[in-house]
């Protein structure tokens, strides 16, 4: 039975010191009688071929030789048994993602007084869960991706404190959610993940829908040439994402530095 991500319970626990729980809770789930394991054979992709338990897990995701299909591969298991097997996973899944959370967390609630950062981060933790029913586990970069939801659910909530009275000092107003992809391939210039040329590509080619070969002719640059600049600027901006590394924040930014 797939896991109503409704369910009042779940996102009571998720909701009181959202990080710091699920940290509590995850420990307790790794370090059981019967600890969380993923099936090193189903994983593939370089895993080990045998039960791994997710302390393990989480350790080889981070090590720098972790191949992109590799983290696609666990996080597309963790996402499916988190949609069938219960809370437990779905904790296990807000805690694997728990660097790129906590990176998160730290950017979009600074200056803000304590009570307004925890509903920043339970949101941003409450927009995580919501997105492991609806991601597309086809695609890649899934990990990066729940991200880019999770940090949406924090500015929102952010949003929210600021047409309040509740005034977060020293934070720059959120970016307009339709705008957003744009912005975080100019941060991803600024903080040298891609150069300016690569944000073009990828901001003509992805974003504006421009057919890459047509580009390419435009540019008077073989199109092969340009894909395989593409993938690689790519494959950079996704760990950047993941590793919160790139975060968008209006201040520093170029008004238009991609275009």
């Known amino acids: 039975m797939a896991i109503d991500f409704r369910d009042t319970t779940t996102c009571k626990t998720m909701n009181e010191n959202a990080l710091s729980t699920v940290h509590r809770t995850f420990t307790l789930l790794i370090n059981g009688p019967s600890p969380l394991s993923v099936d090193g054979d189903i994983i593939g992709h370089g895993a080990p071929q045998r039960p791994i338990d997710l302390d393990e897990l989480k350790g080889l995701l981070l090590l720098p030789e972790a191949e992109d299909e590799l983290k696609d591969a666990v996080w597309a298991h963790l996402v499916r048994r988190a949609r069938c097997d219960g809370p437990a996973w779905v904790i296990a899944c807000v805690a694997m993602a728990m660097p790129g959370l906590k990176n998160l967390a730290s950017r979009t609630t600074r200056g803000c007084p ?32 729940l991200l880019m939801w999770a940090r949406k659910g ?13 005034i977060c000092a020293d934070v720059p107003e959120p970016v307009a959610l339709d705008a957003e992809p744009f912005m975080v391939l100019a ?21 504006e829908g421009q057919a890459l070969r047509a580009y390419a002719g435009r540019m008077g640059l073989p199109a092969d040439r340009l894909y395989k600049r593409r993938r690689a600027a790519e494959a950079r901006l996704a760990r950047a994402i993941e590793e919160g590394q790139v975060s968008v924040s209006c201040e520093g930014l170029p008004s238009n530095p991609v275009r």
């Open 114 to 145: 304590m009570h307004t950062v925890d509903d920043i981060v339970s949101e941003m933790v409450t927009t995580f869960v919501a997105q492991l029913r609806r991601i597309d586990l086809d695609q890649p970069n899934i990990l990066p991706r």
């Open 154 to 166: 924090a500015l929102q909530a952010r949003a929210r404190e600021l047409t309040s009275n509740e």
């Open 187 to 207: 941060e991803a210039v600024r903080c040298h993940v891609i150069t300016a040329d690569e944000a073009k590509l990828i901001n003509a080619t992805r974003l």
